[in-house]
């Protein structure tokens, strides 16, 4: 039996495409499997409950975890106000050809293309020199507390670099909300305030948390915008106060594989750091999504 | 679709049918066909008499122009709506009648570009004069939409939604509030022992009727329903109309139908539009048997539309 070219070109195409898919696959799986095999002999309760120790070649980096969850709850409690926030001042309020809804539209567009990198010196450019600078001048005499790198700089940095996903996401949810169910509640002699209170944003939460998640998942992951802001190297204390410094896991692994002077001594521990790094954005993703889902159930 | 619904029958007894019996005369005059109609109406409706001064004006327009940015919809509507009476707008596809509909709850209001002149009047109380609060008018008119639109909450949240925004607070006072409206809209023996379950599992015909409870709840003065069985089948259509006859007891009530036979089955008087006009308008038998505008006689006798 003979196939025709057409066919042929056909079957080709199909292979081809399914092969491009396979790409991501092992991508994926080179990633994970390499940090698994390398990274769990070096899992152990003690290596993530303990500070590391001897020049960072021993003990855990349990400071570093405790750092990226507080820095990304942080994140998380500024970022999804100001973002719902903006979503609904775009999406219910705004005149939609108004010049200050297309600029501001178009702001959170551009926001979203710059590079992480350029968020981290905004940061220590705005909140550490600018806003932490004057707090020091007005309220403490010059005497440097707030316009230093600290966790709530970094927290606030990392929430203006997730701020557009929040806000875009936030508008997807609201535009879900049947139209009619808008009219029902101003036809009843609701307000819009509680329109958009009682009856658009308890069914927009799920596709929020979904911002949420979304936000989570990046903002865990981010070292750059925390680099200058915050991040320290090593500290002897978990940070208690929002002006202090904090250890984070993506910055650890940074450290350990570029800073350390003995680099073959660190490996087991890099890897470690890895998987604790990719467990704790996994753990707190799936925190976020199986609170949605008990949100679904409550309001499907 | 419950099969009772499909056979309408006299059914109440006990107080509740006793409330109903003075209705009963004044039903029964005014749709002779439509007897078995009459005693379903049930608790709370206060007796009414006979009517013989012709119903007070309780909606009303004059020389009403509304524009979507350049294109005018409609061309200076006068019309005057009875109270207590049911008031069908008829005509064909994009004749204007749900936008003029709008016009008397300031819908019209949520749509960009949209410009209206003339006058709108509830109780003589210009709709669109200065110092009008749309949000306490929205409370005495209140409206039923084409296509059921339940809130994805439970039937008790429903109902209750429209007397909690107004501040009720009370669990007792809002329980009664959502029975009467429930039985108001023949809906409460279909769903009085699921009340607390999600409005959403209900049938095309109960949601509609639930959507008719929601806006019963706030009491208001004036009931729009802009085609509200359009969606439905033909016993929920019939359900609706039953209600209509009950509702028309104690509210003003302006239907917008595409279905003719609908428009002289329940309303008292009939308005046709045609592109942006009104027509003509008179008492629903006139319409139909014999209207003085060649285009109404066109239009409902199938002629075009």
């Known amino acids: ?300 | 679709m419950t099969s009772r619904s499909a056979l309408p029958s006299v059914r109440p007894s006990g107080p509740e049918a006793a409330a109903a019996r003075p209705l009963a005369p004044e039903a029964s005059a005014t749709f002779p066909t439509r007897a078995s109609v009459a005693p379903r109406v049930v608790a709370r409706i206060p007796p009414m008499q006979i009517q013989t001064t012709p119903p007070k004006t309780k909606l009303a327009s004059e020389k009403l122009e509304l524009f979507y940015g350049e294109k005018r919809a409609l061309h200076g509507i006068d019309i005057e709506i009875p109270e207590r009476r049911v008031t069908a707008l008829i005509g064909p596809s994009g004749c204007g009648k749900s936008t003029f509909l709008r016009c008397f709850n300031r819908m019209n209001d949520l749509i960009p570009g949209v410009k209206i002149t003339g006058r709108a009047m509830l109780d003589d109380k210009d709709l669109y004069g200065r110092g009008l609060d749309v949000v306490e008018l929205r409370r005495r008119v209140g409206m039923v939409f084409q296509k059921s639109n339940p809130f994805p909450k439970t039937i008790w949240e429903n109902v209750a939604f429209g007397p909690k925004i107004l501040g009720e607070k009370n669990k007792g006072r809002l329980d009664e509030i959502v029975e009467r409206s429930l039985r108001n809209a023949a809906l409460w023996d279909d769903v009085k022992d699921r009340l607390q379950t999600s409005a959403l599992g209900l049938s095309g015909g109960q949601q509609q009727r639930l959507c008719i409870a929601r806006a019963l709840a706030v009491e208001p003065e004036v009931l729009l329903m802009d085609e509200p069985a359009s969606a439905l089948d033909p016993i929920a259509t019939s359900r609706i109309e039953e209600l209509i006859h009950e509702l028309k007891a104690r509210y003003t009530i302006v239907i917008v139908t595409h279905n003719m036979q609908q428009a002289a089955r329940v309303s008292d008087r009939t308005a046709f539009f045609y592109m942006g006009e009104l027509v003509e308008y008179d008492e629903t038998e006139t319409i139909f048997t014999n209207p003085k505008e060649r285009r109404t006689e066109d239009y409902v006798t199938g002629r075009f539309g």
């Open chain 1, 1 to 300: 039996m003979r196939f025709s070219a057409h066919q042929r070109a056909n079957a080709a195409f199909a292979g081809l495409t399914g092969s491009a898919a396979l790409v991501i696959l092992l991508a994926l799986a080179v990633i994970l499997g390499d940090v698994a095999v390398n990274g769990f002999p070096r899992f152990s309760w003690e290596f993530v409950s303990q500070s590391p120790s001897e020049g960072m070649t021993a003990g855990g980096i349990f400071p570093a975890i405790f750092g990226t969850v507080l820095l990304v709850l942080l994140m998380t409690v500024a970022v999804i106000p100001v973002g719902v926030i903006t979503a609904i001042y775009l999406f219910e309020y705004a005149r939609q050809e108004s010049l200050f809804a297309r600029a501001v539209r178009s702001a959170v567009y551009n926001l979203a293309g710059v590079p992480s990198i350029v968020f981290g010196l905004f940061g220590v450019g705005f909140f550490i020199q600018f806003v932490g600078g004057n707090i020091d001048r007005f309220f403490y005499d010059g005497r440097v507390l707030w316009g230093q790198p600290a966790i709530l700089w970094a927290s606030l940095t990392l929430a203006v670099l997730t701020l557009p996903v929040v806000i875009v996401t936030t508008e997807e949810a609201l535009r879900t909300v049947p139209r009619e169910h808008r009219e029902a509640a101003l036809a009843l002699g609701s307000t819009k305030f509680e329109a958009i209170f009682k009856i658009v944003l308890p069914q927009a939460l799920p596709g929020i948390l979904t911002g949420a998640i979304l936000a989570v998942a990046r903002g865990a992951g981010e070292t750059a915008p925390i680099l200058f802001t915050g991040a320290a190297y090593f500290l002897p204390h978990l940070p208690t106060r929002a002006y202090d410094q904090f250890m984070h896991l993506g910055y650890h692994v940074y450290v350990l594989a570029t800073q350390s002077p003995d680099i073959e001594a660190t490996k087991p521990i890099l890897y470690g750091t890895v998987l604790v790094l990719l467990l704790v954005t996994v753990i707190l993703n799936f925190l976020a999504i199986t609170l949605r889902s008990r949100l679904r159930r409550k309001f499907a």
